[in-house]
């Protein structure tokens, strides 16, 4: 089982840029897909970004353009580049492998921490 942890967010103005970093542990990390995911009420999460494992990346409409995930599989770590950062945008931040399903992705595992990104207006 892969063990992930994230790391990187924090406090930023609107229009400023975050860099978040999920690393992992564990089982063979190239085989995976992972997601990242924000808690945007109670305990909802939508999934914001997602990267396979040739590369392939899948974003939330909101952060289309904005957002670039990437992955190192030697290092074990996936990445979230964040720009143009709003307060909407504000949440705490997960990764989590993820597994194809119909109409979109599930998560597996259970969930880490996350980190806290806070956008200031």
């Known amino acids: 089982q892969v063990q992930l942890v994230e790391s990187g967010g924090g406090l930023v103005q609107a229009g400023g840029s975050l860099r978040l970093s999920c690393a992992a542990s564990?089982?063979?990390?190239?085989?995976?897909?992972v997601g990242w995911y924000r808690r945007v009420s109670g305990n909802q999460r939508e999934l914001v970004a997602v990267?396979?494992?040739?590369?392939?990346?899948d974003y939330l409409d909101s952060v289309k353009g904005r957002f670039t995930i990437s992955r190192d599989n030697a290092r074990k770590i996936v990445d979230l580049q964040m720009n143009s950062l709003k307060p909407d945008d504000t949440a705490v931040y997960y990764c989590?492998?993820?597994?194809?399903?119909?109409?979109?992705?599930?998560?597996?595992?259970?969930w880490g921490e996350g980190t806290l990104v806070t956008v200031s207006s």
């Open positions: 564990g089982r063979i990390f190239s085989l995976d897909m």
């Open positions: 990267i396979g494992t040739t590369g392939n990346t």
């Open positions: 989590a492998v993820v597994v194809n399903i119909p109409g979109g992705y599930w998560p597996m595992g259970n």
